[in-house]
């Protein structure tokens, strides 16, 4: 089992920046794929971005391709998700998540094992 805390989020004008942090402990970090989603207040939860675990894959959102950015270092037990460009329909609760299955970078909440309980972003207009 993976225990996962996020951390960096905050409040931000738009166009700004936030880098978001997950910092895991327990089960080896390098064993799982990793993955950062968002939920909005009335909706559904839903993915941001994924990461392999060896770094050298990446997937992303149609809506955050070319803002946001996916990364992990294995020796610090942590993924990264540095969100530039920042627009007011990026509010959201942004979690981290670990999946066991690391044949494959997957994008459905489901697909997930373990979960962070979360850290906010708000973005001004």
């Known amino acids: 089992q993976v225990q996962l805390v996020e951390s960096g989020g905050g409040l931000v004008q738009a166009g700004g920046s936030l880098r978001l942090s997950c910092a895991a402990s327990g089960h080896p970090f390098s064993r799982y794929s990793m993955g950062w989603f968002r939920q909005a207040p009335g909706n559904e939860r839903e993915f941001v971005a994924a990461v392999s675990w060896s770094g050298g894959s990446t997937r992303y959102a149609d809506s955050v391709k070319g803002r946001f950015t996916i990364s992990r270092v294995n020796a610090k037990n942590t993924v990264y998700l540095q969100m530039n460009s920042l627009k007011a329909e990026d509010t959201a609760e942004y979690y981290c998540?670990?999946?066991?299955?690391?044949?494959?970078?997957?994008?459905?909440?489901?697909?997930?094992?373990?979960w962070g309980q979360g850290t906010q972003v708000t973005v001004t207009s």
């Open positions: 998540a670990a999946d066991r299955d690391v044949s494959m970078v997957r994008v459905g909440v489901s697909e997930y094992d373990y």
